[in-house]
């Protein structure tokens, strides 16, 4: 009987809580009105006015609170729907082609604005991701000639003269299609200034990580303004305008594939 009980004020509790009891709250408010006005106009009720107005002050009493419980639970759910949409979105991406379908995606969607990215290849990639940089190449050449304000900044560098040359092959295929050559700042990087590779872009980010033996690239998406603004300031200072290059082997600009094969190392 008393779990019963409980669980019937508890209905009532939620009921009243959610606004639901409010319709029939303000009916008993009414009737309780109009029965202490009718019962006051016959002789020896007078004493139901007074009953009747204090009823009815203490039902609005009631509601008042309960509607004010409501507004103020109302600016909490909205205040925590803000908050959780504050949040950066970091998504998992293993393997090449989920690593360049996210690169292509922040491409796509960048417009006439700046991009900032790099190759750095001082770890071996695997065979399989030439194609994929290839049609991503090629969606980065389509883009610019589709936006003549956009600029993809470009730092790239690699450990071996074969991977050096992999670049300048790849090189040799895109530029010829892009019609405004200055659209694609390159810099090659002789020391690596960082362990991964980075697609800065307006409101995401991508970082890609080199691969390990018996392990698929990986990196991570991450959709946030805040956070691409802070790396953006961090490629143009550390990368494109190289403040941190190590003495003696500051990195060069390139414009074409024939200067990158010649300091291959």
Known sequence: ??????????????????????????????????????????SGFGWAKELGASLTLSTAGVMLSILIGLHLESLERNEAAVERSRLPTVKHLVGAQAIYGAATS??????????????????????????????????????????????????????????????????????????????????YHFVNPLAMDALVGETSVLLAFPDSPGVKRSGLLISDKDIAEMLRSWYRNVVRDRQHSPPGQPPKAIQSDAELRAICP
Not at 3 to 21: C, D, E, F, I, P
Not at 109 to 125: I, M, P, Q
Request: hydrophobic residues 45%.
């Open 1 to 42: 009987m008393a779990r019963a009980n409980s669980s019937a004020w508890a209905q009532v509790l939620h009921a009243v809580t959610h606004g639901k009891a409010i319709p029939w709250i303000g009916a008993a408010l009414a009737l309780t009105a109009v029965i202490g006005a009718s019962l006051s106009n016959i």
């Open 106 to 187: 922040i491409v796509n969607e960048s417009g006439d604005k700046k991009l900032y990215a790099t190759d750095f290849r001082y770890v071996s990639r695997e065979d399989a991701e030439g194609s994929a940089t290839k049609a991503y190449l090629d969606v980065v050449v389509a883009h610019l000639n589709a936006h003549q304000n956009a600029q993809y900044y470009r730092a790239i560098g690699a450990h071996t003269r074969d991977q050096c040359l992999v670049l300048a092959d790849q090189l040799k295929e895109a530029l010829p299609h892009l019609a405004r050559p200055s659209q694609l700042p390159m810099a």
